[in-house]
């Protein structure tokens, strides 16, 4: 066993009191909750023996915009900004397999682009999740691919078809995923997770959508019957996707323990979710009740939060809360993956920047808020990495730690969700010993761009001294250890 060492962090400086930061949106701390210690430092300690969820990884959706990403030339700097710079580990393609609807194309030659430059930006391969939003129009109901709320039918129109007896056609719709998964392997292309139904508990309004319920009733096809149709249509199929699932719309109303009746459960690998829930970004601890829920409905399957963005954030709003909605993903509810919606959005130039990580006008690019958010959890994870026990002193720093398979590696990321600046220690991380050290830190300054900070790389550790972590900023620290531990 390595022993117990105390690091302390580099001092920077502390962002002076000129800068503006909406505060308005932020409930007001519980200070029966918050305790300060008398010496006036929050205190973080790391307990490396205990362990929690194994990560997936993080992401995004090139669901869209698949063309314009692949538009760029492939010497083209938003590559390695997208891939190796954001520290990707998922990328999630929507299935575009068997198309019907007019000016919706099956063509997936920019999906197979984006893959082999990721692939050369990261050094490998990324992972792949494939998600359906809808089958064919031949396999729905309305015989169209998108929905239309004007319909007064809408959720049995955007729904499976019935066959001349009057039976869902599980069996055709299990035979397209296998076609699909044939179609998309031509094309170099070999998801590693399938999701049957993109928000299988969402019917939208003008675009691609198919409605379940958890198990079948007169009008409305079951998920856990066609998920069992696709896990027996794929048995055959090597390699076949891990299949992951419902992928609904939110987690309002206990929606996960609801689909995830007894014959789902055993055929998912993962549970998977959005966060679509109101504005419930804006206060990001609003989530927390219904994530413990999801915790427990989940349970042992590993937890995938497959879809969210800042919706209405108006490209002023948004970055910093979030790294808090991730955070309290990975710390509270114990996600294993976390995927952002866009990787990219496109738009023209007189079109406020939404719904993405990097966005697109043109042939320029800009990274987002949501974008830096991303990398200070992406950008040193991998794959494999667990999460262990992270202590603080003061409820207003939030920190999680991850630690590489070989201990080789300890990556923390601590935010400061409170108003005030604060000094902050790491004291201890029990059985990781480290010789080497990187700090990185984004400051969001909302309405204040001028005073905004970037990923700005703060160096390594230095002895007695700590970090300035100003209100709403986000660091990563990460620790290299000098001999891994042989496991």
């Given at each position: 066993?390595?022993?117990i060492?105390?690091?302390?962090?580099?001092?920077?400086?502390?962002?002076?009191?000129?800068?503006?930061?909406?505060?308005?949106?932020?409930?007001?701390p519980?200070?029966s909750?918050?305790t300060?210690?008398?010496?006036?430092?929050v205190?973080?300690?790391i307990?490396?023996?205990?362990?929690?969820?194994?990560?997936?990884?993080?992401?995004a959706?090139?669901?869209w915009?698949?063309?314009?990403l692949?538009?760029?030339?492939s010497?083209?700097?938003?590559?390695?900004?997208?891939?190796?710079?954001?520290?990707?580990?998922?990328?999630?393609?929507?299935?575009?397999?068997?198309?019907?609807?007019?000016?919706?194309?099956?063509?997936?030659?920019?999906?197979?682009?984006?893959?082999?430059?990721?692939t050369?930006?990261?050094?490998h391969?990324?992972?792949?999740?494939?998600?359906?939003?809808s089958?064919?129009?031949?396999?729905?109901?309305?015989?169209?691919e998108?929905?239309?709320n004007?319909?007064?039918?809408?959720?049995?129109?955007?729904?499976?078809?019935?066959?001349?007896?009057?039976?869902?056609?599980?069996?055709?719709?299990?035979?397209?995923?296998?076609?699909?998964?044939?179609?998309?392997?031509n094309?170099?292309?070999?998801?590693?997770?399938?999701?049957?139904?993109?928000?299988?508990n969402?019917?939208?309004?003008?675009?691609?959508?198919?409605?379940?319920?958890?198990?079948?009733?007169?009008?409305?096809?079951?998920?856990?019957?066609?998920?069992s149709?696709?896990?027996a249509?794929?048995?055959?199929?090597?390699?076949?996707?891990?299949?992951?699932g419902?992928?609904?719309?939110?987690?309002?109303?206990?929606?996960?323990d609801?689909?995830?009746?007894?014959?789902?459960?055993?055929?998912?690998?993962?549970?998977?979710?959005?966060?679509?829930?109101?504005?419930?970004?804006r206060?990001?601890?609003?989530?927390?009740?219904?994530?413990?829920?999801?915790?427990?409905?989940?349970?042992?399957l590993?937890?995938f939060?497959t879809?969210?963005?800042?919706?209405?954030?108006?490209?002023?709003t948004?970055?910093?809360?979030?790294?808090?909605?991730?955070?309290?993903?990975?710390?509270?509810?114990?996600?294993?993956?976390?995927?952002?919606?866009?990787?990219?959005?496109?738009?023209?130039?007189?079109?406020?920047?939404?719904?993405?990580l990097?966005?697109?006008?043109?042939?320029?690019?800009?990274?987002?808020?949501?974008?830096?958010?991303m990398?200070?959890?992406?950008?040193?994870?991998?794959?494999?990495?667990?999460?262990?026990?992270?202590?603080?002193?003061?409820?207003?720093?939030?920190?999680?730690?991850?630690?590489?398979?070989?201990?080789?590696?300890l990556?923390?990321v601590?935010?400061?969700?409170?108003f005030?600046?604060?000094?902050?220690?790491l004291?201890?991380?029990?059985?990781?010993?480290?010789?080497?050290?990187?700090?990185?830190?984004?400051?969001?300054?909302?309405?204040?761009?001028?005073?905004?900070e970037?990923?700005?790389?703060?160096?390594?550790?230095?002895?007695?001294?700590?970090?300035?972590?100003?209100?709403?900023?986000?660091?990563?620290?990460?620790?290299?250890?000098?001999?891994?531990?042989?496991?």
């Amino acid at each position: 066993m390595n022993d117990i060492k105390p690091f302390v962090w580099g001092t920077v400086a502390v962002l002076t009191a000129s800068c503006s930061l909406d505060m308005s949106r932020y409930p007001t701390p519980d200070a029966s909750v918050t305790t300060v210690p008398s010496d006036g430092i929050v205190h973080l300690s790391i307990d490396t023996n205990t362990k929690y969820q194994t990560l997936e990884g993080f992401g995004a959706a090139v669901a869209w915009y698949a063309e314009n990403l692949a538009g760029f030339p492939s010497d083209s700097p938003i590559n390695n900004l997208a891939f190796r710079d954001l520290g990707l580990d998922i990328l999630r393609f929507r299935n575009r397999y068997g198309r019907q609807d007019p000016n919706n194309s099956s063509d997936i030659t920019a999906e197979a682009q984006i893959l082999q430059r990721a692939t050369v930006s990261l050094g490998h391969a990324p992972k792949v999740l494939l998600s359906s939003w809808s089958p064919p129009g031949s396999l729905k109901a309305s015989g169209l691919e998108n929905c239309r709320n004007s319909d007064p039918n809408n959720k049995t129109n955007c729904t499976l078809a019935k066959d001349a007896s009057g039976a869902f056609v599980y069996d055709q719709f299990a035979a397209y995923f296998v076609s699909a998964l044939s179609y998309y392997a031509n094309a170099g292309i070999k998801p590693d997770y399938l999701s049957i139904q993109n928000e299988s508990n969402f019917v939208p309004n003008g675009w691609e959508g198919c409605y379940f319920l958890p198990s079948e009733s007169a009008d409305f096809p079951g998920y856990d019957k066609a998920l069992s149709a696709v896990q027996a249509a794929l048995a055959p199929v090597s390699p076949s996707p891990k299949i992951i699932g419902p992928e609904s719309y939110s987690l309002s109303n206990n929606v996960l323990d609801t689909f995830l009746v007894p014959s789902t459960r055993s055929a998912l690998y993962g549970s998977a979710h959005h966060l679509y829930q109101s504005n419930y970004w804006r206060n990001p601890d609003s989530y927390l009740p219904s994530m413990t829920d999801a915790a427990n409905a989940a349970t042992p399957l590993p937890l995938f939060e497959t879809e969210f963005d800042t919706a209405g954030d108006g490209n002023i709003t948004g970055g910093f809360e979030t790294a808090w909605v991730m955070h309290n993903s990975l710390a509270v509810e114990g996600v294993s993956a976390f995927l952002y919606w866009g990787l990219v959005w496109s738009g023209g130039p007189s079109q406020t920047p939404s719904g993405s990580l990097i966005w697109l006008s043109g042939n320029q690019f800009s990274p987002r808020d949501q974008y830096y958010s991303m990398r200070h959890f992406a950008r040193f994870t991998d794959p494999g990495y667990v999460r262990v026990d992270t202590q603080s002193s003061n409820s207003d720093i939030r920190a999680s730690a991850y630690l590489a398979p070989d201990t080789s590696q300890l990556t923390i990321v601590i935010l400061n969700v409170g108003f005030s600046n604060a000094q902050v220690i790491l004291d201890a991380t029990n059985n990781f010993a480290a010789s080497a050290s990187e700090v990185y830190r984004t400051i969001f300054r909302t309405g204040d761009a001028g005073t905004s900070e970037y990923w700005t790389s703060l160096g390594g550790l230095s002895s007695n001294q700590s970090l300035t972590l100003p209100s709403h900023s986000v660091a990563t620290l990460v620790l290299h250890s000098e001999t891994p531990d042989a496991q």
